[in-house]
């Protein structure tokens, strides 16, 4: 093996420890964890199990996120049925990736010892930060394929331009990536439109509008290859109109905010508020992100487009996200990639306090330094670390699992609140569509969540309802209240009942 590899590979060994150590403390899908009670990563959980127990999401299970995310929670659920410590792997997988090009990224500014260094404290900020929040979201699954674009557009504008136009197997690569957040959370394409609007316009710095269109229409080939398997897996089972209707339709005219009687005015103020906020909210990864933003835009020693390319692509991104009207603590995660700029700009400012250690402590020591430092950022910032005080003897949701499996085969529906976990604990595959309460306002009558729930439990169809807060008028008729805990967190607090059905 190369010495060059050997080094990769210690490098990547070292990022490896940083990982498992920051999210074992991080994420509530970690073993430090009883369980992680999170409802959209348990939807998430419960429609990936679906696709591999034959329900098709969007027309036999319903969630509105896409499908590669659903794929990637089912291999998880193939580990674990019942915990989440498939997801915990995938988790460490992700960030994995996420390291490695935060350290390629970062060594193209500045050199080997500060570079791995900073990685893993830009990494330990994005894990303490509050828009990480319980561990295994639809954006942090995005990050791995954000950042990996980003070190091909950043490598490029570095080493290549203005020297030449960027290659069409780069673009197309960068067409693959777009195709994955597409089926991810295509919130997070305000990033690639950005990308390869920039990307076309390094074509028409050299006067090559053709080559330009060309590498526009090779990214989109390339954009298009990950819906393949989907068009196929939809249109054998005849619901190519469903994967529509559930992804596309419900997210961009129903979920959102798109078109709300609002002036241009009202919204730029509404984005500086956003912003402003996640300032605040995120600051363990925000101040090198708008450190690294003031520093590309002020690098003279970069051409005009290079500067301004890293701002661009932030605004882009930022408005991929928000630009729908809707704002919940997680949605900025993927604006956390843009800390990389700050840690290459620390970096390399750091570089010369180092060069004259041993290249041992280079290597090793700092790299442990930053790990310890890491470690006490999550520990001190992190909301899910009070969790890991929660055992199982004592946490509800386990009481709630052993009734519920004191039936052969139950049945289960979700009331009042996106899966809360129950699904997991008893390894229950929903066997309807709507198997927890969606905030959807459809007027459509077969498409209405609330009045599909309402039924399901009016003609008992279900062996067990768990309900949040609001009881169903008709839950009497079949139904029997058996258990109750009330259980919250932070400023929340919440009645969860469990129904079984009698008669």
């Known amino acids: 093996?190369?010495?060059?590899?050997?080094?990769?590979?210690?490098?990547?060994?070292?990022?490896?420890?940083?990982?498992?150590?920051?999210?074992?403390?991080?994420?509530?899908?970690?073993?430090?964890?009883?369980?992680?009670?999170?409802?959209?990563?348990?939807?998430?959980?419960?429609?990936?199990?679906?696709?591999?127990?034959?329900?098709?999401?969007?027309?036999?299970?319903?969630?509105?996120?896409?499908?590669?995310?659903?794929?990637?929670?089912?291999?998880?659920?193939?580990?674990?049925?019942?915990?989440?410590?498939?997801?915990f792997i995938m988790e460490i997988i992700f960030a994995l990736v996420d390291a490695i090009f935060f350290y390629k990224i970062i060594r193209l500014y500045a050199g080997e010892k500060t570079s791995i260094t900073l990685t893993i404290l830009s990494m330990g900020g994005i894990f303490s930060s509050r828009s990480f929040w319980w561990g295994g979201s639809a954006e942090e699954i995005c990050l791995p394929f954000i950042v990996a674009a980003l070190y091909l557009?950043?490598?490029?504008?570095?080493?290549?331009?203005?020297?030449?136009?960027?290659?069409?197997?780069?673009?197309?690569?960068?067409?693959?990536?777009?195709?994955?957040?597409?089926?991810?959370?295509?919130?997070?394409?305000?990033?690639?439109?950005?990308?390869?609007?920039?990307?076309?316009?390094?074509?028409?710095?050299?006067?090559?509008?053709?080559?330009?269109?060309?590498?526009?229409?090779?990214?989109?080939?390339?954009?298009?290859?990950?819906f393949i398997p989907w068009i196929i897996y939809f249109g054998v089972q005849g619901g190519l109109y469903e994967w529509y209707w559930g992804y596309i339709h419900v997210n961009v005219f129903v979920y959102s905010k798109v078109g709300a009687d609002t002036s241009v005015l009202q919204s730029i103020k509404a984005m500086i508020k956003i912003f402003y906020g996640l300032i605040w909210d995120n600051w363990m990864y925000m101040f090198l992100v708008i450190i690294g933003l003031v520093a590309s835009v002020l690098d003279r020693k970069a051409m005009i487009l290079t500067r301004i390319s890293i701002v661009v692509l932030f605004v882009f991104t930022f408005l991929g996200i928000f630009g729908g009207g809707r704002e919940l603590p997680y949605y900025s995660l993927p604006l956390s990639v843009f800390a990389v700029f700050g840690g290459a700009f620390l970096a390399n400012r750091l570089d010369k306090a180092v060069q004259h250690e041993t290249s041992g402590f280079g290597f090793v020591g700092l790299p442990v330094f930053a790990i310890m430092m890491a470690l006490m950022q999550i520990a001190t910032f992190s909301m899910n670390v009070p969790f890991m005080a929660e055992r199982k003897e004592n946490y509800f949701m386990y009481r709630f699992r052993d009734e519920v499996l004191q039936t052969e085969k139950p049945t289960l529906l979700n009331v009042g609140c996106l899966d809360a976990g129950l699904y997991t604990l008893c390894d229950i595959v929903p066997s309807c569509r709507w198997f927890q309460t969606q905030t959807l306002d459809i007027d459509d009558p077969a498409n209405n969540p609330y009045m599909e729930q309402e039924r399901y439990v009016r003609e008992g169809l279900i062996d067990y309802v768990l309900v949040r807060d609001s009881i169903p008028e008709s839950i009497d008729d079949h139904y029997d209240l058996i258990d109750s805990e009330e259980y919250g967190w932070g400023d929340y607090d919440f009645m969860y009942y469990l129904y079984k059905k009698v008669r």
């Open 1 to 87: 093996m190369l010495k060059k590899d050997k080094a990769f590979i210690s490098k990547c060994i070292i990022l490896l420890v940083a990982v498992i150590a920051g999210l074992s403390f991080a994420s509530r899908s970690s073993y430090l964890y009883c369980f992680n009670n999170w409802d959209d990563a348990n939807s998430y959980f419960s429609v990936g199990k679906g696709i591999f127990n034959g329900r098709m999401p969007y027309r036999d299970i319903f969630d509105q996120k896409g499908m590669y995310l659903y794929f990637f929670y089912g291999l998880c659920y193939l580990i674990s049925h019942t915990t989440f410590i498939g997801v």
């Open 153 to 226: 557009f950043i490598e490029y504008f570095k080493k290549q331009y203005p020297d030449g136009a960027m290659s069409f197997r780069r673009v197309f690569i960068g067409g693959l990536l777009a195709g994955m957040i597409a089926n991810i959370k295509f919130t997070g394409l305000g990033f690639f439109f950005a990308w390869m609007m920039l990307v076309f316009v390094s074509f028409l710095v050299y006067k090559e509008l053709k080559e330009g269109i060309k590498a526009c229409l090779v990214f989109l080939l390339g954009m298009f290859v990950p």
